[in-house]
């Protein structure tokens, strides 16, 4: 019933885009005749929330607007357009119209389209890409993950180097997952094909985001806000260690169902601790436990951070991830120590090994705070994408 439901959205989206398609070109014609009247910005950034990162780039970036049409249910976030409604079908609904209008008119305002994840304002994105450039404007993607991470190439990849990976957990886990490789890998090929045909620069992580992209990929610097850095000395007085987890879902890269077998056999051994594990919640709740926790267990079978990861870390937290700058260079060299690099077979020892060394946790909690601050503010991630921008001829 599923993918016969899938089957059916997939063929009123393309229905649906024959209907886009002539509406952009109006939008575009009807609001260049006031042009004259359109105030101009330079980078238009959307249209897809993931992890705080549209918002954040439209911090870094001046001049600019942000756009998201696909609401995030973990964040609150403000953009400059935006459709919030929470009833799936109104929002479909919405978006036939909302989001080809919206690209008409912001391609008379602004020369730079700046693309996080892998959708557009038009039901199918290429048609985004085909249409701007028939206008002569810049176009950026910058891929999350899942959007353009094949399952076929990673797991080779990691079949040769005898390692266990996320994407073998890939079976019926939400809907944007598929049981057959090869349909999940068709979509892959598409829209790798499409940004090295229009894109003008690519942002992802080539080694953990592992594509079929042929073009030149820079590596991303994931955003975090000075008010997310909290130095909190207090809490390593310790009376109860706080460990803290928190996958979204809970099987695949965070590696939860080994963390959940490694805290009931730590608890048998009679360690004392409050495990607490968080699922399906608002980010600001996740940041309010990250204030009192002492170790972060972060996820175990990707090679970079990520974006909890990162939070972890400014809130003076000690993190155990499997983020391995000697796998992946996409890593700052200098991050010896800003994390205990623990593997998904290591997490029982590295776990143990901070509750037996308790000055340990508060070490690495504040190598982590140092790393973070130095790599991962708005302040240095502004300057770090202006630089490859004006390297590429984009501003």
């Known amino acids: 019933l599923i993918k016969k439901f899938k089957v ?56 600019s607007i942000t756009v998201c049409l696909r609401k995030n249910k973990f964040f609150d976030l403000k953009y400059n357009f935006s459709i919030n409604i929470d009833n799936r079908f109104l929002h479909f609904f919405c978006l036939i119209f909302y989001g080809p209008i919206l690209l008409g008119y912001l391609a008379n305002k602004s020369d730079v389209f700046f693309y996080v994840w892998s959708r557009g304002f038009l039901f199918n994105r290429d048609y985004d890409f085909k249409f ?57 090929k598409f829209l790798a094909l499409s940004a090295d045909t229009y894109a ?44 803290l987890h928190a996958p979204s879902p809970p099987i695949g890269f965070k590696g939860t169902p080994l963390v959940r077998a490694v805290i009931k056999k730590l608890q048998i051994e009679g360690y004392v601790f409050d495990y607490v594990e968080l699922q399906n919640v608002k980010n600001k709740i996740v940041l309010e436990h990250l204030k009192s926790a002492h170790i972060v267990l972060n996820q175990f079978y990707s090679f970079i951070p990520g974006v909890f990861g990162i939070e972890a870390m400014a809130s003076n937290c000690a993190v155990l991830m499997s983020a391995d700058p000697s796998i992946d ?26 509750l037996d060394n308790p000055d340990k946790i508060k070490f690495y909690a504040d190598k982590g705070h140092e790393y973070a601050k130095k790599y991962h503010t708005s302040d240095v991630m502004g300057e770090y994408l202006n630089n490859i921008l004006k390297e590429n001829s984009i501003i």
């Open 132 to 188: 701007l450039k028939s206008k002569n404007k810049k176009i950026i993607c910058f891929f999350c993950g899942d959007d353009i991470r094949s399952l076929k190439l990673k797991r080779s990849y990691m079949k040769n180097k005898n390692l266990d990976t996320g994407e073998n957990y890939y079976t019926k886990i939400g809907e944007n997952y598929y049981t057959k490789d090869d349909k999940y890998d068709d979509e892959k």
């Open 329 to 354: 260079n996409d890593i700052i060299e200098d991050s010896e120590n800003a994390w205990l690099i623990t593997r998904y077979w290591e997490i029982y020892d590295n776990l143990k090994y901070l």
């Open 8 to 63: 059916m959205k997939k063929i009123f989206k393309n229905l649906m885009l024959l209907l886009q398609i002539p509406l952009l070109f109006f939008s575009y014609y009807f609001f260049f005749l006031f042009k004259g009247f359109i105030s101009k910005i330079k980078f238009v950034i959307g249209t897809d929330e993931i992890s705080r990162q549209i918002y954040g780039i439209g911090k870094v970036l001046d001049d």
């Open 200 to 243: 003008d620069l690519i942002f992802s992580f080539p080694i953990d985001n592992m594509s079929y992209l042929k073009s030149k990929q820079y590596s991303w610097r994931l955003i975090t806000g000075k008010e997310f850095f909290n130095k909190n000395h207090e809490k390593f007085s310790i009376s109860k260690i706080k460990i």
